[in-house]
């Protein structure tokens, strides 16, 4: 049996260099180890994505860490989906939230029998049929019942966090459980001259960091996946044509909602998300459709509180790295690929990567097929987000700006068009499994774009109508009820995990 690699470099903190840490920590605990985490406060961190979905309550139980002292800790609030302004067309709204609506009748998915009813000329939202909707509509908060009473009430959440506070959080939790940690920057990489390996990274002050297996959390630069090993990148921007983003931090006003709010503008689109003592707010948008100054000017002009910093801006490409594993690299976090963060998933990437690593945590042989396996898991996952992503685009009917009249005309991948063909067709969901969102989001984007299968399936029919609208109107009670009993949100978190 070959030698187990112990020895491991991280490059880069933030939150993926933090998050890798913890969880190597974790994962070596009680086994012999030494991990080093590089990373130099002059370059810094984009320290944006404070936005997460439901996954990431499993990767802070899988640590031990406590929920209610990480609330406390990083200034974190409770999300219950997004709510999407002006997408479809201006002056419009829908909310996609961590759950499913309704309930499956007689082995048929809900939204057929929503689809059965408006062909039946009956007025219908299928927001009424949302737990988590109609609390966010509420600006309510509940926490999930570990076995809840009726699947109605079964739904998810996440956090908004302070990401700063994240990655000092898990770097407190790393170094107390061994991680070392190394200030400076990285003058140059040493490859090893027969397999092109990674031997040792050279510090600005020449000191020399050697390892078996090194972690590349540098961010887009990709110091180790790209500028050392040449790894390629895959450039999606023909079909996500943002990119660029301004951020900026405001004052919070009012309470803070218990969901993102994303809204679209002229040439992109701005995200909300309230912590308990700020906002985060941020514009990504297509610099071929819009000046830098124009997107910054609008960001300010949206935010609901006065600014507090500067406005920062980043320039990004989205698409993915050829390979998250090259050699004895493996990429996290920015260096690994870029999904705008509109549906929140760049730290559910940061997630999705290090279980894979552990899943698949090399001996000193680095196994080539063990590494292609990853790689096909890691493409077939960027995927599935980015079409999923486009979808958001593509489906709108707004024709106001130069920016919308160009996603919708912009031809998209063939595993979307064939989703979206199937579904206009006969309103059946195409899954390629896995897939980071289920077919409840999917539903949601069609339904809140307003596109309606031509037919639905037949199998509706087999409840008499005027059962169908007693088994929908008990539903909707059930969940109206539910949701005018539970707290206010701002009210939840004064009461069981206000920042310290």
Request: charged fraction near 25%; charge should be negative.
């Amino acid at each position: 049996m070959n030698e187990r690699v112990n020895k491991i470099v991280i490059v880069g903190g933030g939150t993926a260099g933090w998050m890798a840490a913890a969880s190597l920590a974790r994962f070596f605990d009680g086994k012999p180890s030494h991990i080093v985490l590089i990373e130099s406060e002059q370059i810094g961190t984009v320290g944006v994505g404070e936005a997460t979905i439901p996954g990431i309550r499993a990767f802070n139980l899988s640590l031990g860490i406590d929920e209610i002292d990480f609330i406390r800790k990083t200034n974190a609030t409770f999300k219950l989906g997004i709510e999407f302004r002006n997408w479809y067309q201006n002056n419009t709204t829908f909310f996609h939230p961590f759950a499913a609506y309704g309930l499956p009748l007689h082995g048929v998915e809900f939204h057929h029998y929503i689809a059965r009813m408006r062909a039946a000329g009956e007025t219908v939202d299928i927001a009424d049929y949302s737990f988590p909707i109609q609390l966010a509509r509420r600006g309510h908060f509940a926490q999930p019942h570990e076995k809840p009473p009726t699947p109605l009430a079964d739904y998810g959440y996440a956090y908004h966090f302070d990401a700063a506070l994240y990655a000092s959080y898990l770097r407190d939790y790393a170094m107390a459980r061994g991680v070392v940690r190394i200030e400076g920057k990285i003058a140059s990489v040493k490859l090893h001259p027969d397999d092109g390996f990674i031997e040792s990274v050279i510090m600005d002050n020449n000191a020399e960091i050697a390892g078996q297996l090194f972690i590349d959390c540098s961010g887009f630069r990709g110091l180790l996946i790209e500028e050392a090993l040449h790894t390629g990148y895959d450039d999606w921007r023909c079909w996500l044509p943002c990119d660029r983003a301004v951020a900026v931090q405001s004052q919070l006003t009012g309470e803070p909602t218990p969901y993102t709010r994303t809204t679209a503008h002229e040439a992109g689109w701005q995200w909300r998300i309230p912590l308990q003592h700020r906002t985060g707010n941020g514009y990504v948008y297509a610099s071929r459709f819009i000046s830098d100054e124009q997107a910054r000017q609008t960001l300010l002009t949206h935010l609901d509180g006065e600014p507090i910093k500067q406005p920062r801006q980043f320039d990004f490409v989205t698409g993915r790295r050829k390979k998250i594993w090259n050699k004895n690299c493996f990429a996290l976090g920015l260096a690994s690929g870029f999904l705008e963060p509109l549906e929140s998933t760049s730290i559910s990437l940061i997630q999705t990567g290090i279980s894979k690593l552990l899943q698949f945590f090399p001996d000193v042989s680095f196994n080539a097929h063990d590494m292609a396996e990853v790689n096909r898991l890691h493409h077939h996952e960027f995927e599935r987000i980015r079409d999923f992503l486009i979808l958001h685009y593509k489906a709108t009917t707004r024709s106001d700006t130069a920016f919308w009249r160009f996603c919708q005309e912009m031809p998209v991948p063939d595993s979307l068009a064939h989703k979206m063909q199937v579904y206009e067709s006969r309103g059946h969901l195409v899954m390629y499994d896995p897939e980071a969102f289920e077919k409840e989001s999917w539903v949601t984007m069609y339904m809140g774009f307003h596109r309606y299968a031509e037919r639905y399936d037949e199998r509706a029919d087999n409840i008499n109508l005027d059962e169908l609208k007693n088994q929908l109107a008990k539903m909707r009670q059930m969940i109206q009820i539910a949701a005018d009993q539970a707290m206010r949100h701002g009210d939840f978190i004064a009461r069981h995990c206000a920042a310290e």
